[in-house]
């Protein structure tokens, strides 16, 4: 009932910056959160940064400082702005949903199919 689709991923030398774009779509009433996850190889998924409804953002220690998330609410879109990139922040980005659609009585939560961010040295 919901699609997510990722953008913006890519291969950057460290220092570098890139932009991460997650557009929702479907049969969608209101939105609680979008947020964005990421899994190195051989790691668990780990938060990196989500925005609620209301605009109350949250980051990762890791990113903080570096990394900004931001939100279209008319166009169901949300933003990483990621600068100042390190080796360690390469892995597969993930898109995570959570919101609630037109006959369902819990919240949904959908996972994008992912996009990797590659940081050279």
């Known amino acids: 009932q919901v699609q997510l689709v990722e953008s913006g991923g890519g291969l950057v030398q460290a220092g570098g910056s890139l932009r991460l774009s997650c557009a929702a779509s479907g049969r969608i009433f209101s939105i609680n959160s979008m947020g964005w996850y990421r899994q190195a190889p051989g790691k668990q998924r780990e938060l990196v940064a989500a925005i609620t409804g209301f605009g109350i953002t949250n980051y990762a220690d890791s990113v903080k400082g570096r990394f900004t998330i931001s939100r279209d609410n008319a166009k169901n879109t949300v933003y990483l702005q990621m600068n100042s990139l390190k080796p360690e922040d390469t892995a597969v980005y993930y898109c995570?949903?959570?919101?609630?659609?037109?006959?369902?009585?819990?919240?949904?939560?959908?996972w994008g199919q992912g996009t990797l961010v590659t940081v050279s040295s």
């Open positions: 995570n949903f959570i919101g609630n659609s037109p006959g369902l009585r819990r919240p949904n939560e959908v």
